[in-house]
């Protein structure tokens, strides 16, 4: 299995993951970034054989319409995603999917869980085959199906959202502000780091932060919190990267 996220953040979030064919979670950048970044990595669109949407907020949904229409995708999202937001005029294409179900496609299977966001039963994933790779990003806290993702994954992307005190003294009107810090909101740097520290298991290889603020955090300052409290347990060493919401990262072998 190869991973690679195309775009994370709150301009747009995007991974593609790939095994026999291809699959992205979310497409929240437009189809033209969706493919320069594909191009990038030595990858064709034309090989993603599913588009799988954790929730309908734009910067998760931007580029589906295009993308699924043009190569005639596939795109599987809760009942609650579909009714709450614009997928794709083309409707033959969307499939519903339910929060416990698992997909197997391409020699993988995605199994959907939900997660606590404002929206509209929203979910993450957990995509297996011999390894378990889990894109958990939008959580407003640490849930049990949060915890247990976090312990399966021998390959985590885990949002890193912003620092407490940046947020609380940062330009952001107070209504926005209670809403990002709460439990339907996004989780913060130390609020990520825990959920690591006490839930990943000694298997866990990578841990990749994501959905980072651009007004609330900085990678330096998201690495520096992970890293602290991560290494109070001897046996948890993973890598740790951040993603970026500009360039596709590395394409990672799983």
Known sequence: MEFSALASGSSGNCFYIENKAGILVDAGISCKQIYERLRLLEKNPKNIKAIFVTHEHTDHTKGIDV???????????????????????????????????TINLSGLNIEAFSKSHDASNPISLKIINSKTLSIITDIGYSCKNVQEAVHDSDFLVMESNHDLKMLENGPYPAFLKQRIASNKGHISNLNSALCILEHASSKLSHLMLAHLSKTNNTPNLALSVHKNLIKERYDLKPKISVSNRDIPSPLFKI
Request: with cysteine; proline share 6%; glycine share 2%.
């Open 67 to 101: 993308l699924a229409r043009e190569f005639q995708i596939p795109i599987y999202a809760t009942q609650g995603t579909i009714k709450n937001s614009f997928l794709c005029s083309q409707e033959d294409l969307i499939n519903p999917i339910k929060n416990n179900e």
